[in-house]
């Protein structure tokens, strides 16, 4: 019988294990800057060089960016996030929305049929939110997604929401695009997410589906 020895995980690298896993649980979201060394030196009582490894290490993922003379910023939420992003820098828009098309309708399908009684408290909420912003393209289009999220989480399958949290900055780019919109298409499209939110409710993932269609075709 062939066993797979247990290896050993460096100091530097479980150090960088949890400042990841503190950013995806949105201990430091992105855009802002992690304490400074010194003070993770104090939080996990280890050496500077320590630190600087861990850190260092995130860096190069693509999950931090070190800002000369500023501080170290957080650019993705995960390895997998930096790692999806990377390759999204070097895609067509055309492309995203054709990935997202086909990562939306199975996710909404999936919903439908998984969604708890508290995801569909936390996806009316979002879309309560979406329906009272009145801001900018870009605030509209920051809460079309958070809704979108909100159904991708109901999905229970982590890897279809980190996948579609991951293109989401692709996607609101997208959206503002598409929200260059007349009054009457912006009350259209405001219909579609209240009846995508009430398929999802009455559990009918094929309803589901064909509103998340009719979205794609506006």
Known sequence: MEINKPIR???????????????KKGAFKIGEKIPSEPDLVKAFEVSRNTIREAVQSLIQAGVLESRQGDGTYVLATSRFEANILNRLSNSKISEVDEVRFYLEREIVKLAALRRTQSDLIEIKKTLENKSLTKGSFKENSEADIEFHLSIAKASHNSIFYDLYKSISSYICTSIEEKLQLTQMEEELIFQLHKDLYEAISSQDSKKAEEVINKIFEI
């Open 9 to 23: 995980i460096s100091l530097p690298k479980q150090i960088s294990i949890e400042i990841e896993k503190a950013i």
